[in-house]
């Protein structure tokens, strides 16, 4: 018996390592990630969506805060890039509805002290911000350390639950 359990617990140890190889190779083939920039400076706007895309990102770029809830339900993303200051406030708006539906990390692109008290003091549900003028670098970091915190998480879970999944099966 004691025998037939340590075999056990091999086998179960196996199947959570092929696992975690099986899914951080999938993760590395799956990683083209699609991000969403909200801001209504134009000639930032294009910089911003240029510099993530030689960075290897796929960017859609919108002007307003309705603009980008609409993409929002049409399209998947990992990312958005917000800029609360819109001339129609509709910032705000976004960020509201946009934290009742879903954890997507926003990154908020703030003007001044000011905003980034209302964004995190506020706890409008911001997950960083950048303060502008920014430099492209400090920007990607940013992003990059959101991503990676978030797909972390994400893997967390699908692994919990293929593992789940797997020790259901071998005890039913
Ligand atoms: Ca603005």
Known sequence: MKHFLFLHEFYTSCAMIKLIIYQSQKFKKETIMHILIIEDEEQLCRSMAEGLRMDGYETDTCFD?????ELCMTENYDLILLDLNLPDGSGYDFLKTCRSQSDIPVLMLTANDLEINEVIGFELGANDYVTKPFVPMELLARVHAQLRRHLRYQQLLEQK??????LGRIQG
């Open 161 to 166: 639950q293929e593992v789940e999944d797997i």
């Open 65 to 69: 805060g309705e603009e980008g809830l």
